[in-house]
């Protein structure tokens, strides 16, 4: 026999056998209606429509083509009962009064006001029915968003400018100023559910279309499909959910660049704060300052004798945001100088040390905080057996699912004196 003949056979009977190992392993389990719903009640007993939840959880992964395991399922279980507690519209304890002194402060750095922000919210529209009594007597952020969407559209009004209201400008600016943009059941970034809907049709998005896309977040289902897609729907090469739970309250590839800054730090023998941020930013774009952390790899190259031009270093730093800065020179170098540098490997992801503050509550929260507790929920979830809390949940569960794109189901009844731009349609 050849020894060609006996390589061919010897590579047969390996595939063979590589073929049956693979039929023979177990195939990982996708979860159905009434597995997520136990789910449910197991982190949340008493939870109001855990069918629903769970229907509305299976038709996001659908939706967007997601694995039905049981990591993604209790990934989307341990934040959303993180962020509402499994409430559409969650009710946040003492919003009206943290946001009454942010709304004057805010408002009284605009000029056609001249200061007097609390006296025209007082008596705006009238005494009776103001804003004021509106914002203060607020119990979620919906009733904060509408106030401030009234508001504004009464203030045009009000001013003779309603003219300006479609306007690119009018958009931004007032978009800008809204205090609401992170909500619904997964605490969705209204910028990143803008952003995606811009993409998918192709133009901006007008003020209007937002208005609807807000109040869709404000649903169970459009709560769920951004959530998961913000959440679930990109590559990280992560190796623990961990790092998105980081990322879903710091932003994509947060826990990454974080990570990269460790490292480059380390070469440099530099503090460099580990929030993400390789660049600096102004107004969510790139600014031409350089961060500290440009100047650290650049004297991390200047150091260790890197090829690495502050032009070259520029233009990869640009890709933080994507999982394209993998294979940009500026990453691989200096993961590889810090291996040879260390004569250890470099961490691929650590969670980020940010503080965050929010104007809808007094407490302090830390990204690492948040991860934290999120993951231990999502623990325990994946570590719930199977069917112990199977009982009380409806057969129908899992037959109607969720439309690819959700819409608004609130019916919000507009005061008499919004613009009939408001009401119209979306084109």
């Given at each position: 026999m050849s020894h060609w003949y006996s390589a061919r056979v010897k590579t047969a009977c390996v595939a063979i056998v590589a073929g049956l190992a693979i039929l023979a392993s177990p195939i990982a389990s996708a979860f159905d209606a009434p597995q997520i719903a136990a789910k449910i009640k197991a982190a949340r007993p008493k939870v109001r429509d855990p069918a629903g939840w769970a229907n509305d959880i299976l038709g996001a992964l659908q939706a967007h083509n997601l694995p039905q395991t049981p990591e993604n399922v209790c990934a989307l279980v341990a934040i959303i009962d993180q962020e509402s507690a499994f409430s559409a519209n969650p009710s946040v304890p003492n919003l009206g009064k943290v946001s009454e002194k942010a709304v004057i402060a805010k408002l009284n750095q605009h000029p056609i006001l001249g200061g007097q922000a609390s006296t025209f919210l007082a008596q705006y529209p009238n005494p009776r029915n103001s804003f004021m009594q509106r914002i203060r007597h607020a119990k979620t952020e919906r009733d904060l968003d509408w106030a401030y969407r009234d508001l504004t559209a009464g203030i045009a009004q009000e001013y003779k400018l309603s003219f300006l209201m479609n306007s690119d400008f009018?958009?931004?600016?007032?978009?800008?100023?809204?205090?609401?943009?992170?909500?619904?059941?997964?605490?969705?970034?209204?910028?990143?559910?803008?952003?995606?809907?811009?993409a998918r049709r192709g133009r901006a998005l007008s003020l209007q279309e937002i208005y609807q896309l807000r109040d869709a977040l404000y649903t169970r289902k459009g709560g769920l499909y951004y959530g998961t897609l913000l959440l679930l729907g990109y590559e990280t090469g992560y190796g623990k959910k961990l790092f998105r739970f980081a990322d879903y309250n710091a932003g994509r590839y947060t826990s990454r660049n974080a990570a990269f800054q460790t490292v480059v730090g380390a070469l440099a023998k530099l503090p460099i704060a580990t929030d993400g941020d390789l660049l600096m930013y102004e107004k969510g774009s790139v600014s031409s300052a350089v961060s500290n952390t440009e100047q650290a790899v650049r004297i991390v190259a200047d150091k260790y004798g890197l090829i690495l031009p502050n032009q070259r270093i520029r233009s990869d730093l640009m890709q933080e945001k994507t999982l394209g800065f993998n294979s940009t020179s500026t990453y691989k170098t200096v993961m590889q100088a810090y291996q040879l540098v260390k004569k250890a490997a470099p961490p691929y992801a650590v969670v980020p040390r940010i503080t965050l503050h929010s104007e809808k509550t007094s407490r302090i929260l830390t990204t690492e905080r948040f991860a934290n507790m999120v993951n231990k929920r999502y623990q325990r979830c994946l570590a719930q057996p199977e069917g112990v809390v199977s009982q009380a949940i409806p057969a129908t569960v899992g037959k109607s699912l969720s439309p690819a794109v959700p819409a608004a189901t609130d019916q919000r009844p507009a005061p008499s004196f919004l613009q009939d731009w408001v009401n119209l349609p979306a084109i």
């Open positions: 009018a958009r931004d600016f007032i978009e800008s100023q809204n205090e609401i943009n992170t909500l619904g059941p997964m605490q969705v970034d209204v910028n990143f559910a803008v952003q995606h809907e811009a």
